[in-house]
């Protein structure tokens, strides 16, 4: 069975999505919206995928910039078995009573709040939970780094207290009007709100977060300490983490020490837009005292929940019951787990 898709975003995330779905044997990319007829609309035309206007208003501008449109986010509505709804944060909200009126089920992405769909999703821990729903959200790309590395650990070793530090980019490589410039920037409140959010996914994980803002634009770096029973070995934590497509190990001998030189990497490797959707954790970071695991993990923020995206539909479509089998389609198609 082929599903309907649509992309209400064609942005930094839904043009990534958007690709993704172009990949898989059982879904079909209906189309994309845009709001405003820019460079990224001018290639989903390049590309040959069907343009919608997000409302009427918005048609008569692409219209008038020589635009090929097919109609409104309510005709692609018509046309789709779910939505996925990559808009800036709070859009999706109001979106979300046209999905209900229209009867099509929707993926909303981490900038929404939990108490949207009341369910937050993480493949690697609640895939089967998200079987046949209508609405779920897939929680944001600091948010899914920490679940993927934490429930590899949990579902392997017995783990308590994780404490976490977000050491996050001040924006995205085209959000010039980010910051900060010149500064860290600490948040505040405290804890952050990204213990939170994981537990949104998996209640049973005791976590507290901090974070801080810093002048890059190319990755998140999250700083991690997980209690641990006396038991465990670096050696049995390598041998766990490793076994996962999802999670890039970085051994000493490879000259890759930081963001930048996993982004040249990701380029040398032919990586479209240098994404790396898997999370790479240095293998010489981690470390086993008594106050457990230490380890530093790196995040492409613009890309590792697009996987999760597409395994969010396969579940919610029951295209596959099964989280592994669902995940290793994933991974297949989009080459994950063979960049180094």
């Known amino acids: 069975m082929v599903s309907k898709i649509g992309i209400n975003g064609y942005?930094?995330?839904?043009?990534?999505?958007?690709?993704?779905?172009?990949?898989?044997?059982?879904?079909?990319?209906?189309?994309?919206?845009?709001n405003t007829p820019n460079f990224e609309a001018k290639l989903a035309e390049k590309k040959n995928y069907d343009l919608y206007s997000s409302t009427k208003k918005r048609y008569d501008k692409f219209?008038?910039?020589?635009?090929?449109?097919?109609?409104?986010?309510?005709d692609l509505i018509d046309k789709v078995?779910?939505?996925?709804?990559?808009?800036?944060?709070?859009?999706?909200?109001?979106?979300?009573?046209?999905?209900?009126?229209?009867?099509?089920?929707?993926?909303?992405?981490?900038?929404?709040?939990h108490e949207l769909t009341d369910f937050s999703f993480n493949s690697s821990i609640n895939y089967e939970k998200a079987l046949g729903r209508d609405?779920?959200?897939?929680?944001?790309?600091?948010?899914?780094?920490?679940?993927?590395t934490i429930s590899r650990l949990k579902n392997n070793?017995?783990?308590?207290?994780?404490?976490?530090?977000?050491?996050?980019?001040?924006g995205d490589p085209d959000q010039d009007d980010r910051g900060p410039l010149n500064a860290i920037k600490p948040k505040l409140e405290v804890?952050?709100?990204?213990?939170?959010?994981?537990?949104?996914?998996?209640?049973e994980i005791?976590?507290?977060?901090?974070?801080?803002?810093?002048?890059?634009?190319?990755?998140?770096?999250?700083?991690?300490?997980?209690?641990?029973?006396?038991?465990?070995?670096?050696?049995?934590?390598?041998?766990?983490?490793?076994?996962?497509?999802?999670?890039?190990?970085?051994?000493?001998?490879?000259?890759i020490d930081s963001t930048s030189k996993l982004v040249e990497l990701a380029r040398d490797e032919?990586?479209?837009?240098?994404?790396?959707?898997?999370?790479?954790?240095?293998?010489?970071?981690?470390?086993?005292?008594?106050?457990?695991i230490y380890l530093f993990q790196a995040v492409h923020q613009e890309s590792d929940v697009v996987p999760e995206n597409i395994d969010g539909i396969r579940a919610m479509l029951e295209l596959e019951n099964s989280r592994g089998k669902s995940k290793q389609k994933t991974n297949e198609t989009l080459g994950i787990g063979e960049l180094l």
């Open 270 to 292: 032919g990586r479209k837009r240098y994404d790396i959707w898997e999370i790479p954790i240095w293998v010489k970071s981690i470390e086993v005292t008594e106050g457990g």
């Open 63 to 74: 219209v008038e910039k020589g635009y090929k449109v097919e109609g409104t986010l309510d």
């Open 191 to 203: 804890p952050s709100h990204h213990g939170p959010d994981v537990q949104s996914v998996d209640s």
């Open 135 to 148: 609405y779920i959200r897939v929680v944001s790309c600091n948010t899914t780094a920490l679940c993927r």
């Open 81 to 113: 078995d779910l939505i996925v709804d990559c808009t800036p944060a709070g859009i999706g909200k109001r979106n979300k009573k046209k999905y209900e009126e229209n009867d099509v089920k929707a993926i909303f992405q981490g900038g929404e709040s």
């Open 157 to 170: 070793f017995q783990i308590g207290k994780i404490r976490a530090t977000m050491i996050r980019r001040g």
């Open 11 to 34: 942005g930094t995330i839904g043009k990534r999505v958007a690709d993704a779905i172009k990949l898989q044997d059982d879904m079909e990319l209906v189309g994309v919206t845009k």
């Open 206 to 255: 005791d976590i507290e977060t901090t974070a801080v803002k810093v002048p890059t634009t190319i990755m998140h770096m999250h700083s991690l300490n997980v209690e641990v029973s006396k038991d465990i070995t670096k050696e049995k934590i390598v041998s766990t983490l490793r076994k996962d497509p999802r999670i890039l190990l970085i051994e000493k001998d490879t000259g």
